[in-house]
């Protein structure tokens, strides 16, 4: 009989709940998105966000049990996000995960949110019946996270077969992660939240006209594999404001915004060719970045793989750049699904399962950590 963990995500804006069985197998995986409740304010309001999960959380889980097949007396152990993320938000979580657990005399499990993205392409690869060559370098790049992490196997138990993942992380973003550079940046063009989406089709049709204003490589002194998004978003800041012909088209985007009207085909008549290539320009800036360092990293680790996960991994550009220059270095290179890219519980049901495995329990003191490390 396979072991059936009920995982539960919310650490931010989106409220999951999914059951994974033994770890690989995906019985049923729902989100609920709040990106509609938070646009009209440009990101997520922490306080807002909790409320939502308050609402939320009951119909998620019953759902995800409903699509699963199973009823509550099914469910082998709860998993449950215990942070990285806001307070109020993983404590809804926590608090229905601890509830839960103890009705039904079941053991609780405290995820750490990163090793639930670390786990998200382990999920696809077992899908697409491939095996996660170790050691790896994991990239984390969402709208909270810009993170490097070497993955290895724990014990001689091989992670296929539920044995524990170790991590040690290599290096982070010093300020903004690129995720968050993508959301300012789509902001300060009237381009809507979250901006990560838009910007990336928009690039896909800039064509290879001239950019107006060039990004270099970020310098980052001290580690080398240290990334750092902010200079970046303010170069596109001050090269805006010291272009008024920009001031034109911006204004027509925010009225098409108030109007409601934020889809790609709306945005996409109101964006000059100037702005399609800005875009472009910062887009490579970024996705230079990011593959340059987790490339550097895995050449120094002589690693088998690289995993990119998070928010960003679903960005074209950048999945297409990692598979060339990967092949090219004779490396595996592996993405969660769109699905499983941004924030979902099976990811969490999936990373709780090897300490169910090793038997590490959480208890009632169990309590969220805004700022829990991997490693
Ligand atoms: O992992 P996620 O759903 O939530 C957290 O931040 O934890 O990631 C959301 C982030 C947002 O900043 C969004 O703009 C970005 O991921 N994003 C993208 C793309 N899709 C989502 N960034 C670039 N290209 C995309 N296609
Ligand atoms: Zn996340």
């Known amino acids: 009989m396979s072991t059936r963990i009920l995982g539960i995500e919310s650490s931010c804006d989106e409220t999951a709940a999914a059951v994974v069985a033994d770890g690989r197998d995906i019985l049923s995986n729902v989100v609920a998105s709040q990106i509609d409740i938070h646009r009209k304010f440009g990101g997520v309001v922490p306080e807002i966000a909790s409320r939502e999960h308050l609402r939320q959380i009951v119909p998620v889980v019953r759902e995800a049990l409903a699509q699963a097949g199973m009823h509550f007396s099914d469910v082998d152990a709860v998993g449950v996000t215990q942070g990285p993320g806001l307070m109020g938000a993983l404590l809804v979580g926590i608090t229905?995960?601890?509830?839960?657990?103890?009705?039904?005399?079941?053991?609780?499990?405290?995820?750490?949110?990163?090793?639930?993205?670390?786990?998200?392409?382990?999920?696809?690869?077992?899908?697409?019946?491939?095996?996660?060559?170790?050691?790896?370098?994991?990239?984390?790049?969402?709208?909270?996270?810009?993170?490097?992490?070497?993955?290895?196997?724990?014990?001689?138990?091989?992670?296929?077969?539920?044995?524990?993942?170790?991590?040690?992380?290599?290096?982070?973003?010093?300020?903004?992660?690129?995720?968050?550079?993508?959301?300012?940046?789509?902001?300060?063009?009237?381009?809507?939240?979250?901006?990560?989406?838009?910007?990336?089709?928009?690039?896909?049709?800039?064509?290879?006209?001239?950019?107006?204003?060039?990004?270099?490589?970020?310098?980052?002194?001290?580690?080398?594999?240290?990334?750092?998004?902010?200079?970046?978003?303010?170069?596109?800041?001050?090269?805006?404001?010291?272009?008024?012909?920009?001031?034109?088209?911006?204004?027509?985007?925010?009225?098409?915004?108030?109007?409601?009207?934020?889809?790609?085909?709306?945005?996409?008549?109101?964006?000059?060719?100037?702005?399609?290539?800005?875009?472009?320009?910062?887009?490579?800036?970024?996705?230079?970045?990011?593959?340059?360092?987790?490339l550097l990293a895995a050449e120094e680790l002589s690693a088998e793989t690289v995993l990119v996960s998070g928010g960003v991994a679903a960005n074209s550009q950048l999945r297409a750049t990692f598979e060339s220059r990967a092949r090219t270095a004779g490396l595996d290179v592996l993405f969660p699904s769109r699905a499983l890219s941004t924030?979902?519980?099976?990811?969490?049901?999936?990373?709780?399962?090897?300490?169910?495995?090793?038997?590490e329990f959480a208890d009632a003191s169990l309590d969220a950590d805004p700022s829990l490390a991997l490693a």
């Not at 920009?246 to 702005?275: M, V, W």
């Not at 924030?343 to 038997?359: E, T």
């Open 343 to 359: 924030d979902n519980a099976a990811m969490i049901a999936a990373a709780a399962y090897p300490s169910f495995r090793a038997g």
């Open 96 to 294: 229905y995960g601890k509830t839960l657990a103890a009705a039904l005399g079941k053991p609780l499990i405290g995820v750490n949110h990163l090793a639930g993205h670390v786990h998200a392409v382990f999920l696809d690869a077992h899908k697409a019946g491939r095996k996660v060559g170790l050691p790896a370098v994991c990239l984390i790049v969402s709208g909270g996270h810009t993170v490097l992490y070497e993955v290895k196997q724990k014990t001689s138990q091989p992670y296929s077969d539920g044995g524990e993942l170790q991590y040690r992380k290599l290096s982070q973003t010093r300020d903004d992660a690129a995720g968050e550079a993508y959301d300012k940046v789509a902001k300060l063009l009237a381009l809507g939240y979250p901006g990560g989406p838009i910007l990336d089709r928009l690039a896909a049709v800039a064509g290879n006209a001239q950019p107006p204003i060039r990004f270099g490589s970020t310098k980052t002194r001290g580690n080398p594999l240290d990334f750092s998004f902010s200079g970046l978003k303010t170069a596109v800041l001050y090269h805006v404001r010291e272009t008024p012909e920009y001031a034109g088209e911006i204004a027509e985007r925010e009225a098409a915004l108030q109007r409601g009207d934020r889809s790609f085909e709306h945005l996409l008549p109101l964006c000059s060719a100037k702005t399609l290539n800005l875009i472009r320009e910062f887009q490579n800036a970024v996705v230079r970045d990011l593959v340059e360092r987790t």
